[in-house]
């Protein structure tokens, strides 16, 4: 079947440093992606979304990057902070149901 | 403003025991998700609601799950006959408008551990 999966489970980066977490699908009928970020104890908190029209999108401190030839996801944090520590989903909308891959974790190291 | 409430936070529940977790949404927000999530593993989708309508069960992994929203604000997830493998975090997220192509604004979540 079809389904949206990470690359890397376990992500350590140095304080300062740019992070970068990699998600593919495989649904080619997905037109919308979602990028969350959940902290120990807490739900998953939106960070970012893009369509399918777009290449690119940029927030504050992040950007995602979406290849629709390759089917891959990107989501790129800038300068990472010790509070970015999480576990990051990335999440595909082919019609009216997120489908969340397994996540990334995500360690900032001072 | 408050956010999406859940309770309670956790729940210990003796196995063949029924459960009742409740989802407060964000105040207006039409749509309402319930999602059960292992540990180390991402949100699985269990059922959506519009308003009080439930318009999609297809996750709900047996008859023995039950979600109801009868008055298109709270909702109450039941199980019934638990088991040690209905053991997770059960999420609940609200959106503002009628799809789930709009950001979903996630509770903190039941943690269920059925012994």
């Known amino acids: 079947g079809e389904s949206v999966g990470l690359h890397l489970p376990t992500l350590s980066v140095q304080e300062g440093d740019n992070s970068i977490i990699n998600c593919a699908y495989s649904?080619?009928?997905?037109?919308?992606f979602i990028w969350y970020k959940q902290e120990s104890g807490k739900g998953p908190q939106f960070i970012i979304d893009i369509r399918s029209n777009m290449d690119k999108r940029q927030g504050q401190r992040v950007t995602v990057l979406l290849n629709k030839t390759v089917k891959h996801l990107s989501l790129q944090i800038a300068a990472t902070q010790p509070g970015d520590s999480a576990v990051y989903f990335c999440?595909?909308?082919?019609?009216?149901?997120?489908?969340f891959g397994r996540g990334t974790s995500l360690i900032v190291h001072p | 403003g408050a956010g999406v409430s859940q309770s309670p936070r956790y729940k210990v529940a003796k196995r063949g025991q029924d459960v009742a977790l409740r989802c407060d949404p964000i105040?207006?927000?039409?749509?309402l998700f319930w999602y059960q999530q292992a540990l180390g593993q991402g949100p699985e989708f269990l059922t959506y609601f519009q308003n009080e309508a439930q318009l999609d069960k297809s996750g709900l992994p047996s008859d023995r799950f039950f979600a109801e929203r009868p008055e298109g604000s709270v909702s109450t997830l039941k199980i019934q006959r638990t088991q040690q493998e209905d053991s997770a975090v059960y999420l609940c997220?609200?959106?503002?408008?009628?799809?789930?192509?709009?950001?979903?604004?996630f509770g903190a979540g039941t943690r269920l551990s059925v012994l």
């Open positions: 649904n080619s009928a997905s037109d919308y």
């Open positions: 997220a609200s959106s503002l408008a009628g799809n789930a192509k709009n950001i979903q604004y």
């Open positions: 999440a595909e909308n082919p019609a009216s149901i997120p489908t």
């Open positions: 105040s207006g927000h039409v749509s």
